[in-house]
C-alpha cells in the first residue's frame, strides 16, 4: 500500500430553502418527506481541506482552525464512512472546514459543510462522481446539503428509493438568469434551538398540521417551479412567505410547541408587508432559529437592507445574492 497523502481542497456556499423541506421519510439515510426549493447564497462560503493518510488512526476534524468537539468530529467521521465503504478504503483523515461566514451569524452551516466535505473527500480519493450522486452522498451528511452542491435555485427531488439514490439536488436556475437577493437580520441570539431533525420528528410525531404541511409543500413546489421559470421574484416571493410561515405553523402546532422566533423575527414579518405596501418586492423567510431573512429584487435591496437594519433587535444584515455551485479549489 502507498503511504502517500491524498489531499483536496472544495468551497461550497450555505442555501436557503424557499419551500422547506422540514420532514424525513427515512431519518438515517436523511431522505425527504417532500421535495424542496432553495438557493445558494454567497458570500456564505465554508472551505474544506482533507488529507487521507493509510499511516493515520482516526479522524481528526479542525473547525475555525481548533480541534472540533467530539459530537462535531463524531458526525464527520460517519459521514466519512459512507464515502469510505463507497471508495473501498479504510483510510483515516484530517479534515480542516472554516467557514467564512460573517461570525456570529447564528446561520446553519451544516449544508455548505456537508457539500464542501462530499466534494474534497471524494476528489481526495479519486472517485468519479456525477453532480447527482454527489448532492445524494452530501444529503447523507445533512438533508439541506444536497441542495448545496448545485448552484443558483435548486429542486430537491423527494424521490422514492428506499436506497435515497433519486433523491438529490440539481439546479433549475443559475444566478446569472434568476438575480435574486436575500437580506438576512441576525437577532440577538435566544436559547439554543432544537436541532432540525429532533423538531422534525417531534412534528411529524404529533402536530395535528403536519399531513396537511407536506400536501402544502407540494402544491407549493410546483407553484415555485413555475416562479422561477417565468423569473418572477415576486410570484416566488409569495409561495415562500407562505411555505416559511405554514411550516412554522405546523412546528408551533407539535406537542410540546416549536417556538423558533423572537420579537424581531415577527417585527420582521410586519416589516416586509409594510414594506409590500409601499410597493417592494420584500418577503419574509425563516429557518429553524430566529433570524429574519427576506428575499427581494435586486433593485429594492437597498431599501430592503435599510428597513431591516433599522429594526430594534436586529443586530447586523447580511446581504446575499444568488450563487454558485460547490467545486474543487486550488
Ligand atoms: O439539513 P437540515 O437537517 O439541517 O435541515 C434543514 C431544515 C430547514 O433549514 C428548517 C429547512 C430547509 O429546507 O433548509
Same mark, same amino acid.
Not at 460517519?78 to 456570529?104: H, K, Q, S
Not at 444536497?146 to 448552484?151: F, H, T
Given at each position: ?5 491524498? !489531499? ?10 424557499? +419551500? ?26 465554508? @472551505? ?20 472540533? $468537539?467530539?459530537?462535531?468530529?463524531? @458526525? ?28 456570529? %451569524? ?14 474534497? %473527500?471524494?476528489? *481526495? ?16 451528511? !445533512? =438533508? ?6 448545485? $448552484?443558483? +435555485?435548486?429542486?430537491?427531488? @423527494?424521490?422514492?428509493?428506499?436506497? #435515497? ?13 434568476? /438575480?435574486?437577493?436575500?437580506?438576512? =437580520? ?9 436541532? !432540525? ?22 402544491? /407549493? ?15 416566488? #416571493?409569495?409561495? *415562500?412567505?407562505?411555505? %416559511?410561515?405554514?411550516?412554522? %405553523?405546523?412546528?408551533?402546532?407539535? @406537542?410540546?410547541? &416549536? ?19 409601499? #410597493?417592494?418586492? *420584500? ?10 431573512? &427576506?428575499?427581494?429584487?435586486?433593485? /429594492? ?21 444568488? =450563487?454558485?455551485?460547490?467545486? &474543487?479549489? #486550488?
Amino acid at each position: 500500500m502507498s503511504s502517500e497523502k491524498r !489531499s483536496a481542497t472544495a468551497r461550497a456556499l450555505a442555501n436557503v430553502a424557499l +419551500v422547506k423541506y422540514f420532514g424525513k421519510r427515512d431519518v438515517g439515510m436523511n431522505l425527504p418527506a417532500a421535495s424542496s426549493l432553495s438557493v445558494t447564497l454567497e458570500p456564505l462560503v465554508t @472551505r474544506t481541506r482533507i488529507s487521507f493518510d493509510p499511516a493515520w488512526s482516526e479522524d481528526e476534524v479542525r473547525l475555525e482552525g481548533a480541534v472540533a $468537539g467530539e459530537r462535531f468530529t463524531r @458526525r464527520v467521521s460517519r459521514f466519512l464512512d459512507i464515502v469510505r465503504e463507497m471508495a473501498g478504503t479504510e483510510e483515516r483523515a484530517v479534515v480542516e472546514t472554516e467557514n467564512r461566514f460573517p461570525t456570529a %451569524a447564528g446561520l446553519a452551516s451544516s449544508a455548505s459543510g456537508f457539500a464542501a466535505l462530499a466534494v474534497a %473527500a471524494t476528489r *481526495a480519493l479519486g472517485m468519479d462522481m456525477t453532480p447527482s450522486t454527489l448532492s445524494a452522498l452530501a444529503r447523507r451528511g !445533512s =438533508g439541506s446539503a444536497a441542495r448545496s452542491i448545485s $448552484g443558483g +435555485v435548486s429542486v430537491w427531488h @423527494r424521490g422514492e428509493k428506499p436506497d #435515497g439514490s433519486d433523491s438529490f439536488a440539481e439546479s433549475i436556475a443559475l444566478p446569472e438568469q434568476l /438575480d435574486l437577493r436575500l437580506v438576512v =437580520g441576525v437577532t440577538d441570539a435566544g436559547p439554543k434551538k432544537l436541532g !432540525s431533525t429532533e423538531a422534525m420528528e417531534q412534528t411529524r410525531c404529533t402536530s395535528a398540521y403536519y399531513d396537511n404541511w407536506i400536501r402544502v409543500v407540494e402544491q /407549493d413546489m410546483t407553484l415555485a417551479i413555475q416562479a422561477v421559470n417565468a423569473r418572477d421574484i415576486d410570484a416566488l #416571493g409569495e409561495v *415562500a412567505e407562505g411555505n %416559511a410561515l405554514a411550516m412554522h %405553523a405546523a412546528a408551533l402546532a407539535a @406537542r410540546p410547541g &416549536i417556538l423558533y422566533w423572537n420579537g424581531t423575527t415577527v417585527e420582521a414579518i410586519h416589516l416586509c408587508r409594510r414594506l409590500r405596501q409601499d #410597493g417592494l418586492a *420584500a418577503y419574509f423567510t425563516c429557518d429553524a432559529g430566529p433570524q429574519p431573512k &427576506i428575499l427581494c429584487s435586486p433593485d /429594492d435591496e437597498p431599501q430592503v437592507a435599510e428597513a431591516l437594519s433599522d429594526l430594534p433587535g436586529v443586530t447586523r444584515i447580511i446581504r446575499c445574492r444568488a =450563487g454558485g455551485g460547490a467545486a &474543487i479549489e #486550488g
